[in-house]
Structures are given as C-alpha cells and as structure tokens.
C-alpha cells in the first residue's frame, strides 16, 4: 500500500489547513489509520486515528480542534485542522499497519 500525504503549508496562527492521505488500495478503507507529527528535535507522536468503522481517538493536544475523517469512496483519509498554534508545527505522516506516508510540512507562523 502507498500513502501519499498533501494539504501541507504556511498558515497564520489561527488558521486552518485539512490534509488528505490518498492511498493506492481499496485495502486501506478496512484498517484504521493514523495521523502523526514529528516537529525538529522531537519524536514522532500521534496525532489521530480512525477506524474501519469510523470511530475515532486524538491525542490531548489535538483535541477540540483537529478532526479525523474518511472517503472511502476516495481510499482517502482527511485531517482537518482548525485553531491552529505554533506548537503545531511539524512534518504530519500517515499510516496504516506498517505502511507511511512521505510527510508534509506545516508550519504555523504566530
């Protein structure tokens, strides 16, 4: 399975961006699917997951503001991305079971 992960860029704090992470299989709309961030200097830390079946978990930091979501008529997974801080700067990856995305950047300017 490839991953192909876009909707990165520059954005002003308070903004929004919304990532999508286009698969090359159909496979990946029965496995869930992970949203992580890895900012310089710090480990990768997950960010979001969904299910086959749509449920979904955040992490803390992301809670309220980032949501998680999937087309599967698309084999594409979205992170939208609202209230938007500095800290949020990072390289977002993708990921089902053992299978990463490139990564694309945001970045968040105060």
């Known amino acids: 399975v490839q991953l192909q992960a876009s909707g990165g860029g520059l954005v002003q704090a308070g903004g929004s961006l919304r990532l999508s992470c286009a698969a090359s299989e159909t496979i990946i709309n029965i496995m869930a699917v992970d949203w992580y961030r890895q900012a310089p200097g710090n480990r990768r830390e997950f960010v979001a997951q969904i299910t086959p079946g749509g449920s979904t978990n955040y992490a803390e930091s992301v809670k309220g503001r980032f949501t998680i979501s999937r087309d599967n008529a698309k084999n594409t997974v979205y992170l939208q991305m609202n209230s938007l801080t500095p800290e949020d700067t990072a390289v977002y990856y993708c990921?089902?079971?053992?299978?990463w995305g490139q990564g694309t950047q945001v970045t968040v300017s105060s």
């Open positions: 990921n089902t079971f053992t299978f």
